[in-house]
């Protein structure tokens, strides 16, 4: 697991909120001490009104960061998601981060970085595409959506397509999207595969990289409702490096996990 940063609760004030979809906002928060310290991968916890209606912050990937602003990707799904995207600019919200570990980009040699996203799973695709490229790596992005409609690409590279109708890309799922890659993502040299989206389907693509010996970070989602550890809310089960099952908590050991330890 990769080491986590020092975890900081602060006031920061909504800079600017736009609608990328139908359901779908980038909220720029200015959040100096949190942008200093966050790694691609990582999440933050955000309380978003000064009332007890949500009671519980709600968890975002950090999407990018620019300077002192960090962005969040907000689909709206619930009340408490219907809140902060309706919240005006200037106003403030409680920020929790960074939470969580981070996509593990330095401990091992590749030169192409695959990046698999479904749905909403972009969130954190851009901070890591931008880190990467820095740092002289070539990212592909394979991005799976029920229909172009759903894409949620704005500012990702070299983008490869499949939805569930065929409106855009490949007809099919991101995993056969993958699959017809394969072979000439192999041809650039060792990579490194690394996956935001559904369960389903990062179960699906674990157990692909495990059978094609493909290294492979996946960034699992759950209910974090504290972000620290203390609620319990977000234990799942992992294969123990020396066998048989244990148990973490995915916002204190994850949300990133190799995914050879993802049961299957």
């Known amino acids: 697991m990769r080491e986590t940063n020092t975890i900081v609760d602060v006031k920061a004030t909504i800079a600017h909120t736009r609608r990328i979809s139908s359901d779908v906002s980038i909220i720029t928060l200015n959040c100096p001490s949190i942008a200093a310290t966050a790694k691609p991968g990582n999440f933050v916890n955000i309380k978003v009104n000064d009332t007890t209606q949500p009671l519980l912050r709600r968890p975002f990937s950090i999407h990018d960061v620019q300077g002192t602003m960090i962005e969040v990707m907000v689909k709206s799904v619930g009340c408490g998601t219907t809140l902060f995207c309706n919240s005006d600019e200037g106003s403030t919200v ?12 330095t401990t091992e040699h590749f030169n192409t970085a695959v990046l698999v996203s479904g749905g909403i799973g972009t969130a954190p695709m851009l901070f890591l595409e931008k880190t990467l490229i820095v740092k002289g790596i070539k990212v592909i992005n394979l991005v799976g959506v029920r229909t172009n409609n759903d894409l949620l690409t704005q500012n990702l590279s070299n983008c490869r397509f499949a939805t569930d109708d065929g409106s855009i890309g490949l007809k099919g799922t991101v995993l056969d999207l993958l699959q017809n890659e394969l072979t000439e993502l192999e041809k650039e040299g060792p990579l490194k595969i690394f996956a935001c989206g559904p369960n389903p389907m990062l179960k699906a693509l674990a157990k692909f990289s495990q059978d094609h010996q493909l290294s492979c970070d996946v960034s699992l989602e759950s209910v974090m409702g504290c972000g620290i550890g203390i609620c319990y809310g977000c234990s ?29």
């Not at 409680?94 to 980009?105: E, K, Y």
């Not at 123990?240 to 990133?256: H, M, N």
């Open 94 to 105: 409680m920020v929790l981060g960074p939470l969580g570990n981070s996509f593990d980009i």
């Open 236 to 264: 799942v089960e992992i294969n123990a490096p020396s066998g048989g099952v244990k148990t973490i908590l995915l916002c204190r050991q994850g949300p990133v996990i190799d995914a050879k330890l993802l049961v299957v």
